[in-house]
């Protein structure tokens, strides 16, 4: 702490630190340029140099000292002063002061030709959501507006228009457009999304395949859960599961958290994941999910959604797993005509209602005949029964010919 730090320790701390800067931006050292910008590191260096900073009070005045440092004062000045509110845990002022740090690093990044510093900027676009967070939390907790994040969200649009160039540079887009997914998402202005989205696939600038593995996963992984809200599951297949494929097979909590996702988009186009797959993830919610997609058991899915709803509902996907019921239906039906073709196999395909009625009612699920031949046209309108009503018996007459359409992957038909 401070009380323990002498006014002489104090000044070459900060002087040593002000050299640092100057010199590994005159050597165009990204890595250690990217070391002297992070705040929620808290790394020991960044502690005492915070509290060198707390103790002397006159940094401005040891910048303007020397034109090796008073070059880089519009971004160290006001770094200095965030690190000073950080320490103190005031993390709003701490926030606006990084903020005019940043824009003046964004400044010199333009203007530098080549893309050295391109670690060092992706600490600094990190470094602004990450402070935001902490700094909305803040202004929340004291009954203030938290609009922190919602300010990070334009910094990052700023930085994004400054590497959506041609030139090495451009290889940050990803980056920067990854961290403002986490932004909308966070603020739940995920249409925002959309005009980013654009430009990175669309744009002749980029070429996905040039961006770092990194990127590319994190980006799948975000465009994937948008194409889930949007129902697309066709595409949130192809993306999570590229995301899943190029993870790092030693981040298991990434691999969970796109697991989180792939596995309702797997259920919805009729493939059902292995348990020991939701035991090494610890993904457990579904269990019941998929035994109740198995066995035709609308009971253990209606359970089994209730359980976990709060948990589904703040994933985004509970809508996604309400709507397997059309499949635990078929599957319902499907096992009642197995079971008529072991009695009788002439009749397999002529299926009562009222059968499927009493099966209901096995599985403690009332309903009444009206109900299931309602549940009967939509299974053979989505495909997922081919035949036809015999309403005046109110029969269900199926297909001899492959009576219950596999998905083979694709989504019901809406």
């Not at 700094?135 to 334009?154: M, V």
């Not at 999910?289 to 509902?313: K, N, Q, T, Y």
Request: charged share 25%.
């Amino acid at each position: 702490m401070a009380s323990y730090m002498s006014m002489g320790d104090a000044h070459r701390r900060i002087t040593e630190y002000l050299n640092r800067f100057a010199d590994v931006v005159s050597y165009q050292d990204g890595t250690s340029l990217k070391q002297l910008l992070s705040l929620s590191s808290e790394s020991p260096s960044f502690l005492a140099l915070a509290d060198a900073l707390n103790l002397f009070q006159d940094a401005n005045r040891l910048i303007r000292q020397a034109d090796k440092y008073s070059q880089y004062a519009e971004i160290v000045s006001p770094l200095f002063r965030a690190m000073q509110s950080y320490r103190v845990s005031h993390f709003a002022e701490s926030y606006q002061a990084f903020e005019k740090s940043a824009n003046a690093f964004i400044q010199e990044f333009r203007n530098w030709e080549s893309a050295w510093a391109l670690e060092a900027l992706y600490v600094v676009v990190y470094e602004i959501r990450i402070l935001a967070e902490r700094a909305d939390r803040e202004l929340a907790s004291n009954g203030k507006t938290p609009e922190k994040l919602k300010a990070a969200g334009s910094f990052l649009m700023k930085v994004f228009g400054v590497l959506a160039g041609k030139g090495p540079k451009r290889v940050g887009a990803l980056y920067v457009t990854c961290q403002l997914f986490k932004v909308y998402f966070k603020l739940g202005t995920v249409h925002l999304c959309r005009s980013v989205i654009r430009s990175i696939e669309t744009a002749r600038i980029f070429d996905f395949e040039e961006f770092p593995v990194r990127d590319k996963v994190t980006y799948m992984y975000y465009t994937g859960r948008l194409e889930v809200l949007n129902e697309n599951f066709p595409a949130a297949d192809h993306k999570l599961s590229y995301a899943l494929s190029h993870c790092d097979p030693q981040s298991e909590a990434n691999i969970r958290m796109i697991l989180k996702y792939l596995i309702p988009v797997k259920l919805s186009i009729g493939i059902l994941p292995k348990r020991t797959l939701l035991q090494k993830y610890n993904l457990i919610e579904y269990s019941d999910i998929v035994v109740a997609m198995r066995r035709g058991d609308l009971r253990l899915l209606r359970h089994a959604l209730e359980e976990h709803e709060d948990r589904f509902l703040r994933s985004g996907v509970y809508l996604v797993l309400e709507k397997l019921e059309l499949q635990v239906y078929q599957r319902l039906v499907k096992k009642i005509y197995f079971i008529q073709k072991e009695k009788d196999p002439s009749k397999a395909h002529q299926i009562k209602l009222e059968v499927i009625v009493k099966a209901l009612k096995w599985l403690e699920m009332e309903m009444d005949l009206d109900e299931v031949e309602c549940i009967m046209s939509i299974l053979i309108y989505k495909n997922l029964v081919k035949g036809y009503f015999a309403h005046k018996s109110k029969v269900a007459v199926l297909s001899k010919q492959d009576p219950f359409p596999k998905l083979n992957g694709k989504p019901i038909n809406s």
